[in-house]
């Protein structure tokens, strides 16, 4: 079964610093790829996707991410954090671009100091 | 385009009380709905998969009886919390997309509170 693992349930970084968030999957058969982002009492709202056709995939707001199959991961970036960037991060797993089910990290909560 | 909207965004009811939720596509037919719940700190755990014209298919764990859904058209989706009891208190979030292929849509979510 496929699964996704995001490390570390709660980053704190200063406004203007690297946002690094992590995020590794579990399956013999790459799967496509997403982050989502959830802001308090809101629904989610897509990142970016990794669908196989570059490694390096850049998403809305100035996030990407980089896919690396050798390590397994889809860790998330952004060079400066922006206040506006606090919210909860979901990764997510799914066989097929259509996202046909999607299988959930346990989410990040990142935090802006200012 | 492909918004989705959830109503209503939060309810407070009593226990044994029945509720509908409702998600629709705005702006976009969508052959397939999808509804997850979310507890407090947690991740999206689905629910159950909805395609417009035939029966959900249930997620391992899920009561269907407890849970009904309806997708009688290919703008709405219906979920019914039957009975509820406190525990059912959560936070539900449906999602759209247009057919296979396609990319799911969020709404914006309806948080249950069970009194």
């Given at each position: ?46 990142l ?15 996030f ?12 998330l ?38 | ?42 991740s ?72």
């Amino acid at each position: 079964a496929q699964s996704v693992t995001q490390l570390g349930s709660h980053v704190s970084v200063s406004e203007g610093a690297l946002v690094l968030l992590r995020c590794n999957y579990s399956s013999s058969v790459p799967p496509y790829l997403f982050w989502y982002v959830q802001y308090p009492n809101q629904g989610l709202q897509l990142l970016l996707k990794y669908t196989s056709a570059a490694t390096l995939v850049k998403g809305i707001n100035g996030f990407e991410a980089e896919f690396k199959k050798s390590e397994t991961s889809f860790h998330l970036t952004k060079p400066s954090a922006h206040m506006s960037d606090a919210a909860e991060y979901f990764c997510a797993a799914a066989k097929g671009q259509g996202a046909q089910k999607l299988v959930f990290g346990q989410g990040t909560r990142l935090t802006i100091n200012p | 385009g492909a918004v989705v909207s959830q109503h209503p965004s939060r309810v407070i009811c009593k226990s044994g009380t029945s509720v509908k939720i409702e998600c629709r596509s705005l702006d976009f037919q969508a052959t397939t709905m999808f509804w997850y719940r979310q507890f407090p700190k947690q991740s999206l755990m689905l629910m159950a998969t909805s395609n417009e014209g035939s029966k959900a298919t249930y997620e391992q764990g899920v009561e269907k009886d407890k849970f009904l859904i309806n997708h009688a058209s290919l703008t709405l989706s219906t979920l019914t919390v039957t009975s509820a009891h406190p525990e059912d208190s959560s936070f539900y979030i449906c999602s759209a997309r247009r057919g296979s292929n396609q990319p799911q849509h969020f709404g914006d979510g309806t948080r249950l509170s069970i009194l």
